[in-house]
């Protein structure tokens, strides 16, 4: 039987004695794409933060590929495979877009910490150019990861995580700011990400990216799922209706 | 057991003198963001400031006069130095470090860099018995003096209109903006309040230990860092327990282990709680 | 016009985050400021208010307010509820809006009748209070004072349906006396609250006019907002 | 290649004897004057090492005074009590400072921003107290601890070798420079800057934020103890200014005032500062009031730096450039 690629086992955390995200259980498949809506405030965010390691879960279990990370440094989830992006983007302001992606590209293959060798090093020059024509931004890195348009910082993070070829990726709504006539574009990189039996798991309030990109729609509310079905199914069902789509007034 | 009584008192009395510097330090750092270097020189302008008017007129108005002095400073700073660089914290601390240096060396310029005698009191020579230990007067001058402060602290931050601001800046500067107050007003406000505590902290350590030189704002500064961060930055309370747990520790430390060892045990003491608790005892609250 | 913006553009960390946006608010009713996540509508009240550098023009009022402090655009009027609350957490109810207070003469007759809980938890520190009455008192904050605007800043966000009920009818009521600009992420609620919507795209004004013309078009709602959520209910 | 000039000069140097009345008393290659020029030598190649944490890895330090305080009092102690030789006492002395930099920097930097800068600052205060209270007549209390003649080899003692002690700040700059230059061109030289930008983005990468700062702090660390020592040749001995906060903030000041975190900012801000305090403590005599203190004039110096200068000599230097080409 094959694990899947992330599973959170009835996972809760409380933000001091707040309690934000309550016995939430959910698992994405090797090359599933999950997506995960509810109101803002609902805790999506801090589910990712403790799938990712920056939150310690009170209660519950993560696991990737079956193996029990719940205990790991980000750093060190993030070796197993996993990747994320952040709701703000978070790419290396001072750096160049090759740059950013040339760190990636190093920090996936365990040379950052040789002095000896040069930054200018042809294997991870080709290897990060190869991801950045991926996600449509070959033309641009020489330019200065800090004043790249909002769209383009996103596309930059896609790279900064292909870049290590990852196994599961969480994504923080990567279309937030996005203009317009970039979402095609960009849900067009998005949509190639489950290639190879990722996994991807996905906040995102672009509803229409969402009902054609996931496989899966998770609903939380109030820190606790309200369920995980198709999108369809997820669309149709009363309470969720009510809790994310809101009453009429 | 007349040791103990000794060493608690004498420790309470240093401690008193930490939580004067560090409490304007604290509320400072909690509404502006700067950790002040210059804070030390606040201290010393108010030492000398005291000792001046002791020395050539008369002990009475020694404090009034440092304290005034220090507030001066802490103004002038505020208004000169740190508001222009506002929106640019990390050279308001860098500016406070550069007068840190300069500060120091005027004093020097003016008064040389060796130790002046410092006048106090004469009844502050005397003894009182307590539990059968002498405990020389000057530390309940020092205590009272710390008790008297954070008692008008707290009243301060509780009841005025002043102190309402400084908590709510404490917890978000650019909220108290967007409710119509001048919150750089307040900035003024706490430098000058700091200022003045450290003014205060410079007469009475002078008095308490016999001399004044020009780095002496500086080698409190250190220790009164220590009791911030301990206390949690921003918080007046805190900044007390942490003030009281520091001055006992090294009291006690010093008198038991090795000379320096007391210093050496505060520093641990700081190590242990970062690693603890990284924000601070108190949290981010202030009061 | 109560507020002008004119050619308002911002740069923050390197990226244009507006580029050139123009819109009016009229001195009554609700005005929405709509568009997807990220396209600068924070921004924008933020602008407006002095508390993020920009250049363009803007006027409140008849008097150019770009370059003058926060508070002091404040004090002539200008009231502004931000995102996520920000009620001072460590005050108590009462110091909350005690705090707020300008006028010789508060108001506390429309904010208790408005919000008769606030009055029952005056003691209580507003950290412990729940997400809906934070919200509650970051609106009578401004309501305290004789104000000629208000900027308010996604009041409902993160709100049970329950509560967001109640903070529509809030906004409602205290639009018969002051006029709004409304940023807003649920549109059923800014159908029911605004006349007018200002909709932000790619750091521009993409489109502005009545909400009516805007909500009761799905397909230009969908083009403009991106939403499926409301639109597609069945 | 460009940055090659510079070393030649300065190597050329000591042979000379061109006179620059202001600037030095005495012609270039006497020792006077080479001995004021390796004393900034080695505050260069301290303030680029110092950068190294500050400028590049982003790490506020406030106590990189107890390093160097390490190196130079390391090898006075080994050599005047102990009677070691000097190159064995040198290395165990900069190895000893690694070794505590590794010890310190594990427990501070779990702590980020204005908590490290504290803990830092609290560490170096430790040192402060230890050289001050004189351990068992180790470090010579306020006197400081001068090197003894006997222990030095020939060619580093007496006037007529300050020659060679001028070479020895230069190998010393040369080494920082190499190695914190090195660091910038390979890999790690990204890591920083991105540790520096992002850290949170860096762990997600898969680096460990931790292990990159420790070693950092560990090789500047090495690097500063490496600089007391050349110091205490330099001038004769160590002195408790070596452990001082006020060393560490000059430190800062040098780096900044040069452009903290530039390639060649740091190392011209610790010459130029060095220089200035020397030759105003010099002629400080005969300048009035507080103007015949260094500090003072430095201090003043660097508030308006910080204040109208922004990016120090090297944020100049770029936009002098930029007004130029305009």
């Not at chain 1, 769209?151 to 937030?176: F, H, S, V, Y």
């Not at chain 2, 208004?79 to 990390?90: K, M």
């Not at chain 2, 006992?248 to 700081?270: E, I, K, P, R």
């Not at chain 3, 960390?13 to 709509?34: E, K, M, N, R, Y």
Request: aromatic share 6%; glycine share 14%.
């Amino acid at each position: 039987m094959t694990h899947p690629a992330l599973a959170v086992d009835g996972v809760s955390w409380h933000a001091g004695t707040v309690p934000i995200i309550n016995e939430v259980t959910l698992t994405v498949g090797p090359g599933e794409f999950v997506a995960l809506i509810g109101p803002n405030g609902a805790g999506k965010t801090s589910l990712f933060n403790v799938v990712s390691g920056l939150r310690r879960p009170s209660a519950g279990r993560v696991l990737m590929g079956g193996a029990d990370v719940t205990r790991l440094a980000p750093h060190k989830r993030a070796r197993r495979g996993l990747g994320r992006t952040f709701q703000t983007s978070a790419v290396f302001g001072s750096l160049s877009v090759a740059e950013n992606v040339a760190l990636a590209v190093q920090a996936a293959r365990g040379g950052s910490m040789r002095p000896w060798r040069r930054r200018s090093d042809r294997q991870i020059a080709a290897a990060a150019r190869e991801v950045l024509d991926q996600v449509g931004l070959g033309e641009l890195g020489r330019k200065a990861a800090g004043s790249l348009a909002h769209g383009q910082k996103r596309k930059l993070e896609i790279a900064l995580l292909l870049a290590a070829e990852p196994r599961m990726l969480l994504l923080d709504e990567p279309m937030a700011g996005v203009s317009a006539e970039d979402v095609p574009a960009l849900a067009e990189v998005v949509r190639g990400l489950t290639a190879g039996g990722r996994g991807v798991l996905m906040v995102e309030h672009h509803m229409e990216v969402v009902l054609d990109l996931a496989d899966r729609v998770a609903v939380l509310h109030h820190g606790s799922l309200l369920g995980c079905d198709t999108p369809d199914a997820v669309m149709a069902d009363a309470t969720v209706q009510r809790a994310y789509l809101g009453e009429a007034l | 057991m007349s040791t103990v009584v000794l060493l608690t008192l004498t420790g309470l009395g240093l401690a008193a003198l930490y939580f004067l510097i560090a409490s304007g330090l604290s509320l400072v750092f909690g509404l502006a963001g700067v950790l002040n270097f210059a804070h030390g020189l606040f201290l010393s302008v108010g030492a000398y400031a005291g000792w001046f008017v002791a020395t050539h007129w008369a002990l009475g108005p020694a404090i009034p006069v440092g304290v005034a002095a220090g507030a001066a400073t802490g103004a002038l700073v505020e208004l000169v130095v740190i508001r222009p660089l506002y929106r640019r914290p990390t050279e308001q601390v860098l500016a406070t470090v550069g007068l840190s240096l300069a500060g120091v060396a005027l004093l020097q310029s003016i008064w040389g860099a060796d130790p002046r005698s410092y006048p106090r009191p004469a009844w502050t020579a005397h003894t009182t018995g307590v539990l059968g230990a002498q405990v020389p007067d000057d530390r309940f001058l020092l205590i009272g003096a710390a008790v008297l402060v954070l008692a008008a602290l707290l009243a301060f931050l509780r009841w005025t209109r002043y102190g309402l601001i400084i908590r709510a800046g404490v917890e978000n500067r650019a909220m108290v903006s967007a409710l119509g107050i001048d919150v750089r007003a307040a900035f003024t406000l706490v430098f000058t309040l700091g200022g003045a505590l450290a003014g205060a902290a410079g007469v009475l350590g002078g008095m308490y230990f016999g001399s004044v030189s020009p780095g002496q704002g500086a080698g409190l500064l250190i220790f009164a860092f220590i009791v911030v961060v301990i206390g949690g930055l921003g918080s007046v309370t805190g900044c007390a327990v942490a003030a009281v747990a520091v001055g006992l520790l090294q009291q006690f430390v010093n008198y038991y282990g090795t000379s320096g060892a007391g210093d050496v045990s505060v520093v641990a003491l700081l190590a242990v709680v970062l690693l603890l608790r990284p924000g601070g005892v108190a949290g981010k609250v202030t009061a | 016009m109560i507020l002008s913006v004119h050619d308002l553009s911002v740069t923050l960390g390197g990226s244009h985050i507006l580029q050139g946006v123009s819109f009016d608010v009229p001195p009554t009713g609700i005005t929405a400021l709509l568009g997807r996540n990220g396209v600068g509508k924070t921004t924008t009240l933020r602008a407006v208010l002095g508390e993020i550098p920009a250049t363009g023009s803007v006027d409140f009022g008849g008097v150019p307010a770009l370059g003058r402090p926060t508070h002091r655009l404040v004090r002539d009027g200008l009231g502004y509820v931000p995102e996520d609350r920000c009620v001072f957490a460590g005050l108590t109810v009462a110091e909350n809006l005690r705090l707020a207070v300008r006028s010789q003469d508060p108001d506390f007759r429309t904010v208790f009748g408005l919000f008769p809980e606030l009055k029952q938890r005056s003691d209580q520190s507003a950290g412990t209070l729940s997400g809906g009455q934070q919200q509650m008192l970051a609106l009578a904050r401004v309501l305290l004072n004789p104000q000629r605007l208000l900027l308010i800043d996604e009041p409902t966000k993160g709100l049970a349906p329950a509560v967001i009920s109640a903070v529509a009818a809030a906004l409602e009521r205290m639009a018969e006396r002051v006029p709004m600009l409304l940023v807003e992420q649920n549109l059923a609620v800014v159908r029911r609250l605004a006349r007018d919507a200002v909709v932000l795209a790619a750091g521009r004004v993409a489109w502005h006019g009545p909400t009516e013309e805007l909500l009761g078009d799905p397909a230009r709602t969908r083009d403009l907002l991106g939403v499926g959520s409301t639109v597609r209910r069945p | 290649m460009k940055a090659l000039i510079p070393l030649v000069l300065a190597v050329a140097l000591p042979w000379s004897t061109l006179d620059i009345p202001f600037l030095f008393d005495g012609p270039l290659n006497s020792p006077g004057t080479l001995q004021l020029l390796g004393v900034c030598l080695v505050f260069g190649g301290l303030a680029l090492g110092y950068d190294l944490l500050f400028g590049h890895a982003g790490l506020l330090s406030f106590g990189h005074a107890l390093f160097i305080a390490l190196g130079a009092y390391g090898v006075g102690i080994l050599v005047n009590h102990f009677y070691w030789p000097l190159w064995t006492a040198v290395l165990l002395a900069v190895a000893g400072a690694a070794i505590a930099a590794f010890l310190l920097g594990a427990v501070a930097l779990r702590v980020t921003g204005i908590a490290l800068a504290m803990v830092t600052l609290a560490f170096a205060q430790v040192g402060w107290i230890v050289v001050n209270r004189d351990p068992g007549g180790l470090t010579g209390g306020e006197e400081g601890l001068p090197l003894g003649p006997a222990a030095v080899p020939g060619f580093l003692v007496g006037v007529a070798n300050t020659v060679n002690l001028y070479w020895l700040a230069l190998a010393f700059l040369v080494v920082v420079v190499a190695i914190v230059h090195g660091i910038r061109r390979a890999p790690l030289g990204r890591v920083l800057t991105g540790l520096r930008d992002d850290e949170r983005r860096i762990a997600v990468l898969g680096l460990s934020p931790y292990r990159i700062k420790l070693a950092t702090f560990v090789l500047a660390g090495a690097l500063a103890a490496l600089g007391g020592v050349v110091y205490v040749l330099l001038t004769g001995g160590a002195t408790p200014y070596l452990a001082s906060t006020d060393l560490t903030l000059s430190l800062i000041v040098m780096a900044v005032l040069g452009g903290a975190g530039t390639r060649w900012g740091a190392l011209l801000g610790g010459i130029v500062y060095a220089y200035l305090d020397q030759r105003l403590t010099h002629v400080g005599g005969s300048l009035p009031g507080p103007l015949g203190q260094p500090l003072f004039v430095l201090g003043t110096l660097f508030v308006l730096a910080v204040a109208f200068v922004p990016g120090g000599l090297a944020g100049l230097r770029r936009r002098t450039l930029s007004a130029t080409a305009s």
